[in-house]
């Protein structure tokens, strides 16, 4: 999660894996490069690999957030309601609410590294 913190404020690039650029997938890839554990590059691919799936209400904090049906967005849940992640083009990494939108739209979550 420190990692992540760090990369708050870095450019939105499709297909980015940083540094100082990066797409959602990328950035939760990197974050868990940092921990030791290495990711399949793509949201779908992460989702798939990773075994230990999580309901929203279960999340810790280091956890993988998915959205949207098809799991096409991800985010690094950082505790206390909040996630980090890189949002599209044209917007920078940040650290956001998971509140009303992000819980309506939360299609599953995955803990990395167990």
């Excluded at 990369?7 to 940092?34: E, F, M, N, V």
């Excluded at 554990?37 to 956890?63: C, E, F, M, N, Q």
Aim: glycine share 16%; hydrophobic share 35%; charged share 20%.
């Amino acid at each position: 999660m420190a990692y992540a913190y760090k990369q708050i404020g870095d450019r939105y690039r499709y297909g980015g894996t940083g540094p100082g650029a990066w797409d959602c997938s990328g950035l939760a890839g990197g974050a868990w490069r940092k921990a030791g554990v290495r990711l399949p590059r793509t949201t779908y691919a992460i989702y798939r690999a990773v075994k230990w799936k999580v309901s929203w209400k279960h999340a810790v904090k280091g956890d993988l957030l998915f959205f949207y049906s098809g799991k096409s967005h991800v985010g690094i849940y950082v505790g206390k309601g909040y996630m980090i992640h890189a949002p599209s083009s044209g917007k920078r990494v940040k650290k956001v609410r998971l509140a009303g939108y992000y819980k309506r739209h939360f299609s599953g979550a995955v803990r990395p590294g167990y």
